[in-house]
């Protein structure tokens, strides 16, 4: 698992991509092995991620905790909803998108 900030290069550091090993916990050899999850706040990206993009938002009932933690940033996937990874700190939830395929600036 990591997540980068957008490049800059590409005009993107408004956006954070994470990157999870897939299944969950598989350490990744290629991209065919990787599920992309994308924060694009200001629609800089494209391909509908912005629009697919809950800042403020309720976990799915079957919402279960990964168990991965960054700080108080806690991961969370839900079977009822594969496209998408809910961040949790404390009452704050966020639903970021999948991009699929993954999403890379040239």
């Known amino acids: 698992m990591n997540s980068i900030a957008g490049p800059d290069h590409c005009d993107w550091q408004s956006a954070v991509m994470m990157h999870l090993g897939w299944p969950l916990g598989t350490v990744s050899q290629?991209?065919?092995?990787?599920?992309?999850?994308?924060?694009?706040?200001?629609?800089?990206?494209?391909?509908?991620?912005?629009?697919?993009?809950?800042?403020?938002t309720d976990l799915p009932d079957d919402a279960r905790d990964t168990g991965y933690r960054n700080g108080e940033l806690q991961l969370w996937l839900s079977p009822s909803d594969p496209d998408a990874a809910y961040l949790r700190a404390g009452d704050d939830v966020e639903r970021w998108p999948r991009a699929d395929p993954i999403v890379a600036c040239r």
């Open 30 to 56: 290629s991209t065919a092995e990787i599920r992309q999850f994308i924060r694009d706040p200001d629609g800089i990206i494209g391909y509908g991620i912005h629009d697919k993009l809950a800042i403020a």
